[in-house]
């Protein structure tokens, strides 16, 4: 399946509603991380009407995406 943020074909269904009535499913995508429930809004399941800013269709996940993360500092104990 394709994934709705990367646009790669890349993401799976891993989940379904756990009372079996087919309410929502949940996807995976395993090349950007992404998941959606198939229940959420139109702005969600639709790339279109995401904010640009938020689609990684454009970018090479393997050497573009870098997110770094401060470590706090470790507690004198």
């Known amino acids: 399946m394709t994934c709705l943020r990367?646009?790669?074909?890349?993401?799976e269904k891993v989940a379904d509603a756990p009372?079996?009535?087919g309410a929502w499913e949940v996807y995976y995508?395993?090349?950007?991380?992404?998941?959606?429930?198939?229940s959420e809004g139109e702005e969600v399941l639709d790339?279109?009407?995401?904010?640009?800013?938020?689609?990684?269709?454009?970018i090479d996940?393997?050497?573009d995406l870098?997110?770094?993360?401060?470590?706090?500092?470790?507690?004198n104990e």
């Open 6 to 11: 990367c646009l790669r074909d890349a993401a």
């Open 19 to 21: 009372d079996g009535s």
């Open 29 to 38: 995508c395993y090349e950007c991380g992404y998941s959606w429930r198939t």
């Open 47 to 58: 790339p279109a009407l995401r904010d640009p800013l938020f689609q990684l269709d454009k």
């Open 61 to 63: 996940l393997q050497n």
């Open 66 to 75: 870098v997110i770094y993360c401060k470590i706090p500092p470790l507690k």
